[in-house]
């Protein structure tokens, strides 16, 4: 793990109480700084907390260096200002059990955004916005495929070959509702997942053949929120949903919760809730070695903890296969966007973990219901020597439709 302990010389989160207020830097919403009332709730949740126990690596004392930072106690330039911004993940589990209804998803952007101006933002962070703000340049992706996204996928010919590309015609589509009446909705194709798993679009439109595909389609902006740049993450999440009609229903859970921030959320479904939205029924089972899989789920973050997504995807999986709870299936594995690439160490050691746990439960399959959860998920098996096969939810669904035996 590569994070170094920070100094015991920390702010006060109550320092200068009953003095009047210092004058603010005008960097945090004072609505959202101020709700925080320090009660620790968030510490045994928060991922960078379980691996080091120090106050500052938790959401209540990264808050505390905000404030001291809002304050003026504490110079941009600090190092444990610099470190603690890049060392949170991002996952916003706390938000789940905080009293005060903290949005800390959005104090973190706000940080980023100070923090990371210009030159201060990783270079491999200014490198991959650069690459996916160019829709031309995410082709480049696919040079790199074999080596990102790690063995594990579903068998050949369990999904069907044809796969959509962003590009050309747009073609126009609508699923019907459960009252029967057609309602146009497009399907986004991530711009990482077009890239190195363009096998998930094309069991999406197996499943859901009659959504559109409109062409030209560029990045929500989720990458960019998060790394620093949430004006270019609101004006593309924007600029998306002007292209795309209708619900725009996407398989990556972090930019389903980036767009219904900034659309709505009813402009936005993820795969799993739009199936049971529209009286999708799987068909099918998958069978390894004569038996019904057994498959565990990896929640996707910012689904769960921001949208509250966990009930679809867990009945999904169970039309289809024996579905087996992971114990921290809820908990981060570490991909986190750019994380796993910023802070390879730390993303392993919040991984670990979470193998342990999937190679205990004896599965066949675990399902992730995001691209970054899905290549961490490969790589770490595959450098674990593991028999278990990490696939999206809609490779496992086709995978069922198509009737799939594996091994």
Known sequence: ????????????????????????AGIFDPGLLDRCISCGFCLPVCPTYKLTGQETSSPRGRITLMRALEAGKLADGDPTLAEEA????????CETVCPAGVRYGELLEQWRDHQWRGRRRPLLARLLMAVVSRPGL??????????????GGPRRGAVPATAPTGSGTARSGGAPARDGAARPAS???????????????????????????????????????????????????LKLGERLDGVIVTTAGGCAAHLAHHLGRERVAELSEYLERTGY????????GGRRARVALQDSCHLRNA????????????????YVELPNAGDCCGAAGTYSLLRPADSRAVLDPKLEAIEAAGVDYVVALNPGCLRQLRQGLRRAGSKVRAIHLAELLAMAENGSTAR
């Open 281 to 288: 029924r799987p068909a099918g089972e998958v069978r390894v």
């Open 138 to 151: 995410l082709a480049l992706q696919r040079l790199v495929r074999r080596y990102a996204t790690g063995r």
């Open 187 to 237: 399907l986004m194709l991530g711009c990482v997942e077009r890239g190195l798993y363009p096998e998930v679009s094309r069991a999406v439109l197996r499943l859901r053949p009659e959504l559109a595909v409109p062409g030209g389609q560029g990045c929500c902006g989720a990458l960019h929120a998060h790394n620093g740049d949430s004006a270019t993450g609101r004006e593309l999440a």
């Open 307 to 322: 949208l509250g997504v966990t009930r679809p995807p867990r009945e999904l999986i169970a039309a289809v296969a024996d």
């Open 1 to 24: 793990m590569t994070h170094r302990p920070a100094s015991d010389a920390r702010p006060d989160a109550h320092a200068g109480e009953g003095r009047p207020a210092p004058a603010s």
């Open 86 to 93: 890049s060392f949170c993940l991002g996952c916003r589990a």
